[in-house]
Antibody, heavy 120, light 106 residues
Framework: QITLKESGPTLVKPTQTLTLTCTVS??????????VGWIRQPPGKALEWLSVIYWDDDKLYSPSLRTRLSITKDTSRNQVVLTMTNMNPVDTGTYYC????????????WGQGTTVVVSS | DIQMTQSPSSVSASVGDRVTITCRASQGIRNLLAWYQQKPGKAPNLLIN???SLQSGVPSRFSGSGSGTDFTLTISSLQPEDFATYYCQQTDSFPRTFGQGTTVEI
């Protein structure tokens, strides 16, 4: 059974850097075709795709956030880490990580999400 | 970026109704479209992939169709557990953009 779980700070101050960790189980981050993505959702608003990392360490980012995002993975620890610099109150919301694989491409399994509030 | 536009933004319906949600892409995306259902306080759940392929465990009252730029999600007979917000997402190119959502309410 594939599961993902996000963790990280609940409260971040403006200008700080956010670091979120997605811990996965039921699959390996090194299995061919596997990818893990990050998606966020401001309160009461739509989903926004942020970034994805593939089994071969290929990485893609949202163009609008490209300069602020970094995604990495630690296969031995079954973790994917997303960092977002220069946090702003508009970055407040729920952040999800999710699994996909080549041939599916959509996110077929999601974590429960973690809420991040940006406030001084 | 490919823009995804859903309509309507919200729809009021009753149990047993047939509900159709439309998603339009700003450029052709072949059949590379997914539909998700999200209930309040929960993560989205993948319903349909590649426009019309129902995910395992998803009730057959859900169906999807379309290709190119125009897509639809249909719920043939609305059930109480179907009241939720639905999102489309294109998986043709990066960034993988979502629609703004359609809320199905009583």
């Amino acid at each position: 059974q594939i599961t993902l779980k996000e963790s990280g700070p609940t409260l971040v101050k403006p200008t700080q850097t956010l670091t979120l960790t997605c811990t996965v189980s039921g699959f390996s981050l090194s299995t061919g075709g596997v990818s893990v993505g990050w998606i966020r959702q401001p309160p009461g608003k739509a989903l926004e795709w942020l970034s994805v990392i593939y089994w071969d360490d290929d990485k893609l980012y949202s163009p609008s956030l490209r300069t602020r995002l970094s995604i990495t993975k630690d296969t031995s620890r079954n973790q994917v880490v997303l960092t977002m610099t220069n946090m702003n109150p508009v970055d407040t919301g729920t952040y999800y990580c999710a699994h996909s694989s080549l041939g599916v491409d959509a996110f077929d399994v999601w974590g429960q999400g973690t809420t991040v509030v940006v406030s001084s | 970026d490919i823009q995804m536009t859903q309509s309507p933004s919200s729809v009021s319906a009753s149990v047993g109704d047939r509900v159709t949600i439309t998603c339009r892409a700003s450029q052709g995306i072949r059949n590379l479209l997914a539909w998700y259902q999200q209930k309040p306080g929960k993560a989205p759940n993948l319903l349909i992939n590649v426009a019309s392929s129902l995910q395992s465990g998803v009730p057959s009252r859900f169906s999807g169709s379309g290709s190119g730029t125009d897509f639809t999600l249909t719920i043939s007979s609305l059930q109480p557990e179907d009241f939720a917000t639905y999102y489309c997402q294109q998986t043709d190119s990066f960034p993988r953009t979502f629609g703004q959502g359609t809320t199905v309410e009583i």
